[in-house]
Structures are given as C-alpha cells and as structure tokens.
C-alpha cells in the first residue's frame, strides 16, 4: 500500500482516532468499516474475475479500491493499515469457517480482546462489526497456525 495515496484515509482516521478514542472505541471501529466498506465492496465475482485476470502477480490495495470491490482478506488489510494509524494494538487473523477460509482483524490489546471483522457489517449494515472475542461461537474465528497462512501484506 503506497501511504500517499492513502493519505486522505490516514488522515481521516487520525480525525475519528483523535475524536473517539480512548471512550468511543467501539463507535470508531465502527466508522472504520463503514469507510472501507464505501471503497470496497464485498464482491465475491468480482475478485475472483480479477483473480483470474491476475494470476499468482501481488494485487495491491491500491488496486482493489480503484475497481472498488473486496472480500475479506482485503477488507482486514485496510481496516489493520487504518487500525495502526490509529494506534490501536492489532493484527490480522486467518481462520477456517464452516463455510470456507476466513480472515478478521484482532484487538488484543482491549480489555475485552475483540474480534473486528469488516466482512460481518458489509452484509448488513446494520450489524456491528465487533464484539468480544471470547464470544467466539464454535468453529468460528479460530486462527489457523502461521505456517498455514499465505496471506502477505507487502509495504510499498
């Protein structure tokens, strides 16, 4: 992700970051999904489309939001550079689900720890992006082991 063109991002975090934290953070977390979800929408065709034009070449963020669409590995990246910016303790988590591979962000630094998974309020705006992570339902938000993961976040 090259920082200058996530400038505008990076500084509109800092302006929620400034005015939310440390009491509101759950009502910034939500103005972060909701501003990711407006620059890339979940858009399962529309990745794998792009997949298949692309191949096994890196695909940047950058490029995601130009054709404005994302599934949830994209979705964690952005919300993890937007989570830093912020200073907020956090890291990407990659999991298996019931219904396939799965990746989430994680708040471990919270009293609860909690779970941020943009890809929940992308389906319905309505619904809250976070909640505690020890309210994980069987099967569900369980991280797979490092080796296993083969997500990459690549800084320009």
Request: with cysteine; hydrophobic share 35%.
């Amino acid at each position: 992700i090259e920082k200058e063109k996530l400038r505008k991002d990076l500084r509109l975090a800092r302006e929620q970051a400034i005015k939310y934290l440390p009491k509101e953070l759950e009502r910034l977390l939500d103005w972060i999904a909701t501003h990711v979800i407006l620059n890339m929408p979940y858009d399962l065709r529309g990745v794998g489309e792009m997949a298949e034009e692309y191949g096994d070449r890196t695909v940047t963020v950058d490029e995601m939001r130009k054709r404005r669409y994302a599934v949830c590995r994209h979705h964690a990246v952005m919300g993890q550079v937007l989570l830093q910016i912020i200073g907020t303790r956090s890291k990407m988590e990659k999991g298996n689900f019931p219904e396939g591979r799965h990746v989430w962000n994680f708040l471990y630094k919270e009293s609860p720890p909690l779970i941020f998974d943009i890809t929940i309020k992308s389906r319905d705006q309505n619904k809250k992006a976070t909640f505690p992570a020890a309210d994980r339902r069987p099967g569900h938000y369980g991280p797979t082991p490092d080796e296993r993961n083969h997500y990459k976040i690549v800084h320009n």
